[in-house]
């Protein structure tokens, strides 16, 4: 199985922030991954997908970037309703999840 | 607009199997996979498996192979999945999603099924 790993697995960042969050893959993804948002008590809504594609209805402070088998997902400037789980998720091979970083406002 | 609706929760018995239901609407259901995935409490989430309502084809991850069954009712624009053998370890919500062949860009969630399994 392809592992991911997500850093940090918690963030705490004010409004306005610039926020990086990290999704490193075990082996080559080549691009085949999108990123999900969870809110609480919610089901996962897809942000990004195929690495930097943004999903319709999806703010445009949201944006992916990455390859091989480093991937990140940036919110420009962070709003308060951005606070959820985010999830990195590779469909490469055996699809599977990154554990998620989970998003705090300071 | 898209909307996947889900059965309610259930509470089944060790050893007991669950059948649940995922309603599609607002779209071409024979025109998307059907993804299924799985969350524990408070924890991260699986990629389960998939079917093509179109001609009912289907693929799994590996772990979930013969724990769960993936159906469709074209008629309805239903799709099913039944968890067999249940234990402690399948209590989770289960979220049926729209997606692409392999899990790609599930764009559209079902609002989850809890299942609990419990004596």
């Given at each position: 199985d392809i592992q991911m790993?997500?850093?940090?697995?918690?963030?705490?960042?004010?409004?306005?922030?610039?926020?990086?969050?990290?999704?490193?893959a075990s082996q080559n993804i080549n691009k085949n991954l999108d990123?999900?948002?969870?809110?609480?008590?919610?089901?996962?809504?897809?942000?990004?997908?195929y690495t930097?594609?943004?999903?319709?209805?999806?703010?445009?402070?949201?944006?992916?970037?990455g390859s091989g088998t480093?991937y990140?997902?940036?919110?420009?400037?962070?709003?308060?309703?951005?606070?959820?789980?985010?999830?990195c998720y590779q469909y490469n091979s055996g699809p599977t999840?990154?554990?998620?970083?989970?998003?705090?406002?300071? | 607009?898209?909307?996947?609706?889900?059965?309610?929760?259930?509470?089944?018995?060790?050893?007991?199997?669950?059948?649940?239901?995922?309603?599609?609407?607002?779209?071409?259901?024979?025109?998307?996979?059907?993804?299924?995935?799985?969350?524990?409490?408070?924890?991260?989430?699986?990629w389960?498996?998939?079917?093509?309502?179109?001609?009912?084809?289907?693929?799994?991850?590996?772990?979930?192979?013969?724990?769960?069954?993936?159906?469709?009712?074209?008629?309805?624009?239903?799709?099913?999945?039944?968890?067999?053998?249940?234990?402690?370890?399948?209590?989770?919500?289960?979220?049926?999603?729209?997606?692409?062949?392999g899990g790609y860009?599930?764009?559209?969630?079902?609002?989850?099924?809890?299942?609990?399994?419990?004596?």
């Amino acid at each position: 199985d392809i592992q991911m790993t997500q850093s940090p697995p918690v963030l705490s960042a004010s409004v306005g922030d610039r926020v990086t969050l990290s999704c490193k893959a075990s082996q080559n993804i080549n691009k085949n991954l999108d990123w999900y948002q969870q809110k609480h008590g919610e089901a996962p809504k897809l942000l990004i997908y195929y690495t930097n594609n943004l999903q319709t209805g999806i703010p445009s402070r949201f944006s992916g970037s990455g390859s091989g088998t480093d991937y990140t997902l940036t919110i420009s400037s962070l709003q308060p309703e951005d606070v959820a789980t985010y999830y990195c998720y590779q469909y490469n091979s055996g699809p599977t999840f990154g554990a998620g970083t989970k998003l705090e406002l300071k | 607009q898209v909307k996947l609706l889900q059965s309610g929760a259930a509470l089944v018995k060790p050893g007991a199997s669950v059948k649940m239901s995922c309603k599609a609407s607002g779209y071409t259901f024979t025109d998307y996979w059907v993804s299924w995935v799985k969350q524990s409490h408070g924890k991260s989430l699986e990629w389960i498996g998939e079917i093509y309502p179109n001609s009912g084809a289907t693929n799994f991850n590996e772990k979930f192979k013969g724990k769960a069954t993936l159906t469709v009712d074209k008629s309805t624009s239903t799709a099913y999945m039944e968890l067999s053998r249940l234990t402690s370890e399948d209590s989770a919500i289960y979220y049926c999603t729209r997606a692409n062949y392999g899990g790609y860009w599930m764009d559209a969630w079902g609002q989850g099924a809890s299942v609990t399994v419990s004596s």
